[in-house]
């Protein structure tokens, strides 16, 4: 597999979504769209009217990251919303298992992430339900933060839990992501990177995405 880009909208200039997505579209695979409440996370950005537009606006498939809490009464409608993948927090929902399914059931890939300090061991039975994990390596609320090099290690897990299962999913890193550090990511197993202010605001948002990926598809290729 090839690495895969999302770069993530919180790093764009709100006002001009549309045109911004459309800066990236040659070298994203997806739109990363974070959602936040200024209750799971300090911080409120994007909803879903914006969601909505921003489907018209993109046949890039959208990656929304929900960071909210009650994720399994809102999940399953950002389907119906364009999402293409819905990933929630496991610390704050419920039933991580039945919102999973919900969000199947409704069409869409469902996603799970673990903030910095949650364990993934807990959750390996779940990995099946779902067909993404999301390894923060930042804390989630903002972007532009530094990337926290002791996730290495977590993300070594969760490839391992992956491929012991035999699975076909998804992992993604997302915080403090660069060339450099997707390079690091890719090694320890990650195949889809979320970069925010490594691509919106480089000189070149395209060249910079490509340097990611290619930095990715290399450490993939040897490790």
């Given at each position: 597999m090839k690495a895969q880009l999302a770069p993530s909208i919180l790093s764009a200039d709100f006002a001009r979504l549309a045109e911004e997505i459309a800066r990236v579209a040659d070298v994203a695979d997806l739109v990363h769209v974070d959602v936040m409440d200024n209750?799971?996370?300090?911080?409120?950005?994007?909803?879903?009217?914006?969601?909505?537009?921003?489907?018209?606006?993109?046949?890039?498939?959208?990656?929304?990251?929900?960071?909210?809490?009650?994720?399994?009464?809102?999940?399953?409608?950002?389907?119906?919303?364009?999402?293409?993948?819905?990933?929630?927090?496991?610390?704050?929902?419920?039933?991580?298992?039945?919102?999973?399914?919900?969000?199947?059931?409704?069409?869409?890939?469902?996603?799970?992430?673990?903030?910095?300090?949650?364990?993934?061991?807990?959750?390996?039975?779940?990995?099946?339900?779902f067909d993404m994990v999301l390894v923060m390596t930042v804390e989630p609320g903002f972007g532009g933060q530094r990337f926290i090099s002791d996730m290495l290690p977590k993300i070594r897990e969760a490839r391992a839990a992956i491929a012991a299962l035999d699975l076909a999913i998804w992992l993604e890193v997302d915080g403090g992501i660069n060339a450099d550090t997707a390079e690091q990511c890719a090694e320890a197993g990650a195949d889809v990177f979320v970069a925010g202010s490594a691509v919106f605001d480089a000189a070149d948002p395209v060249a910079a995405g490509r340097g990611i990926k290619a930095a990715a598809d290399l450490a993939m290729a040897v490790s």
């Open positions: 209750h799971f996370v300090p911080n409120l950005t994007l909803g879903p009217v914006v969601v909505e537009s921003l489907r018209r606006a993109t046949t890039l498939p959208m990656d929304v990251h929900l960071m909210i809490e009650d994720p399994d009464r809102w999940a399953p409608a950002y389907v119906a919303m364009g999402a293409s993948l819905v990933t929630f927090h496991v610390e704050a929902a419920a039933d991580p298992v039945r919102t999973a399914r919900a969000i199947r059931a409704e069409g869409g890939r469902a996603g799970l992430a673990l903030k910095p300090g949650t364990a993934l061991a807990p959750y390996l039975d779940l990995l099946p339900e």
